[in-house]
């Protein structure tokens, strides 16, 4: 009698484990992700948040209180709208004409075609180039003396254009960087969604007579759109932060201003206009408001981005 309910303690016993292993182990196998966020994510937020209340700077061991104060300057800073209207213009031009080239060059690659692991390669080599190159390269290709662009456009009487001067040129310019960049890396990601669509829907449009234009319209897109959306809201968050190429571009085309985008801001960002008041001018309350301003900017643009996509993808039905 008293092994048979030692066997049933042991049982029960093991039971019990086994039903906390059931259920707390997936919990410890995400835990380090959520620690991690926290730690990286979350607190950071918070502590910017605290910051942007306060007038906090580098020079001053003192941190005083100002409330909301930083806030209501930045709304009246012409510098941080001029900066908000080069993102969103940077960001337009850059991300609408790669993503569209995406999707057209994934659709090539999958047809047949010979080589097709040597293009899909190919297409990744631009996304781990170092950006740092790829802006020492552009910024000599849209040099204003003995740039590339400019002697082509000398061909058809069009004199050298200072495109690092400008506000359009610089635009052009940095959104070229852009595209070059990650065209082919959302390529293959557009590609990886294109495979999954059954082959079976292309044969009957063939045999309908659809031309590739009209399959891609018609069947390809709307099968791919939670793609499509996706990519659509990453690009935009990604075009919200963009800081590296106009930081390096106004160093490699001696346009004067690096931190300041020009010397007239012609192509500073709200990332670089942050950076700016950061660590080159050390307010970091300012800052912080600065950056919780285009945080909510961010949130903003991925989320109408998103509502539109998802829109426009019934038209193609």
């Not at 941080?80 to 609408?96: E, L, M, P, Q, Y």
């Not at 170092?130 to 849209?142: E, K, N, R, T, Y």
């Not at 346009?255 to 001018?281: E, M, R, W």
Request: proline share 3%; net charge positive; glycine share 8%.
């Amino acid at each position: 009698m008293a092994t048979l309910q030692a066997t049933a303690r042991r049982g029960h016993r093991r039971l019990v484990r086994h039903t906390l292993d059931l259920k707390l182990s997936p919990y410890a196998y995400i835990a380090p992700f959520f620690l991690l966020f926290c730690a990286f994510g979350v607190f950071p937020l918070i502590f910017t948040a605290w910051v942007s209340l306060h007038e906090w700077t580098l020079t001053s061991d003192v941190h005083t209180f100002v409330g909301a104060d930083n806030f209501t300057t930045l709304l009246g800073d012409g510098y941080f709208w001029n900066a908000t209207f080069n993102t969103f213009s940077i960001g337009i031009i850059s991300t609408v004409p790669q993503l569209v080239l995406a999707i057209w060059l994934a659709h090539l690659l999958n047809r047949p075609l010979r080589a097709q692991t040597f293009f899909r390669i190919t297409l990744l080599v631009p996304n781990v180039t170092s950006v740092v190159a790829v802006v020492v390269i552009f910024s000599q290709l849209f040099g204003r003396d003995y740039g590339l662009i400019n002697w082509m456009l000398s061909w058809f009487g069009i004199d050298g254009v200072a495109w690092a001067e400008g506000t359009a040129t610089s635009h052009v310019a940095i959104s070229a960087m852009i595209m070059w960049r990650w065209t082919g890396y959302n390529a293959l990601i557009f590609l990886a969604a294109m495979q999954a669509v059954p082959k079976e829907l292309y044969e009957a449009a063939t045999l309908d007579g659809a031309s590739n234009l009209t399959q891609l319209r018609k069947i390809t897109i709307p099968m791919i759109r939670p793609t499509i959306v996706f990519v659509v809201t990453v690009s935009t968050i990604g075009a919200m932060q963009i800081l590296a190429e106009p930081l390096l571009f106004g160093a490699g085309s001696g346009a004067g201003g690096i931190t300041s985008g020009g010397p007239d801001h012609q192509f500073q960002t709200l990332a670089l206009y942050v950076y700016d008041l950061g660590f080159n001018k050390f307010d970091f309350g300012y800052a912080s408001a600065a950056s919780w301003v285009m945080f909510l900017f961010v949130v903003l643009a991925a989320g109408v981005n998103y509502l539109l996509t998802r829109r426009m993808g019934g038209a193609f039905k």
